[in-house]
T-cell receptor, first 112, second 108 residues
Framework: SQTIHQWPATLVQPVGSPLSLECTVE??????LYWYRQAAGRGLQLLFY??????ISSEVPQNLSASRPQDRQFILSSKKLLLSDSGFYLC???????????FGEGSRLTVL | RKEVEQDPGPFNVPEGATVAFNCTYS??????FFWYRQDCRKEPKLLMS???SGNEDGRFTAQLNRASQYISLLIRDSKLSDSATYLC?????????FGAGTILRVKS
């Protein structure tokens, strides 16, 4: 069966520091992968999606970047965090059969 | 106009009540529709897909009205454990667009 993991689960970072969140998927090959962000009390905002290695699309201009160095690995990064980057970051993969998204456990980032 | 709109609630209902949520979407080309459930500080999880003919899963019934571009979720015989945020989700070109969610609180 397919599983998805992301880490770290919780981060507290100072403004201006770098960020790296990692996500891996097991049990499927060539998945569509996604990074979403959920600000406190808000809906999910799609940040990046990827249909294959090194194929990444950005949905909104921002302070973040994403990379997919391997088929089942998706990384979210920032060189210098802003206060507005605080939020709950969710990695997900999509089942091509059903169109459903399956989420990792999430990474809660607080920028101080 | 937001791509997916939901009443944020909260809906406060007693145990055993029937409650209905509606959601509207703007992209008439959308092909897939879902309801997700999100518990506090957790990741969203699929509750049910929404099919054109409507579908039922136990106490939950989902319906789609393509002409009016809205989706509904009906929960019968509400349980305390149904308390959560319910997210309406629409597929747009291999990307899922989420509504901001409707909060449900079921009270004893």
């Amino acid at each position: 069966s397919q599983t998805i993991h992301q880490w770290p689960a919780t981060l507290v970072q100072p403004v201006g520091s770098p960020l790296s969140l990692e996500c891996t998927v097991e049990g499927t090959s060539n998945p569509n992968l996604y990074w979403y962000r959920q600000a406190a009390g808000r809906g999910l905002q799609l940040l990046f999606y990827s249909i294959g290695i090194d194929q990444i699309s950005s949905e909104v201009p921002q302070n973040l970047s994403a990379s997919r160095p391997q088929d089942r690995q998706f990384i979210l990064s920032s060189k210098k965090l802003l206060l507005s980057d605080s939020g709950f970051y969710l990695c997900a993969w999509m089942s091509r059969n059903t169109g459903e998204l399956f989420f990792g456990e999430g990474s809660r980032l607080t920028v101080l | 106009r937001k791509e997916v709109e939901q009443d944020p609630g909260p809906f406060n209902v007693p145990e055993g009540a029937t409650v209905a949520f509606n959601c509207t979407y703007s992209n008439s080309a959308s092909q897939s529709f879902f309801w997700y459930r999100q518990d506090c500080r957790k990741e969203p999880k699929l509750l049910m897909s929404v099919y054109s003919s409507g579908n039922e899963d136990g106490r939950f019934t989902a319906q789609l009205n393509r002409a009016s571009q809205y989706i509904s979720l009906l929960i019968r015989d509400s349980k305390l454990s149904d308390s959560a945020t319910y997210l309406c989700v629409v597929n747009k070109e291999d990307k899922l667009v989420f509504g901001a969610g409707t909060i449900l609180r079921v009270k004893s």
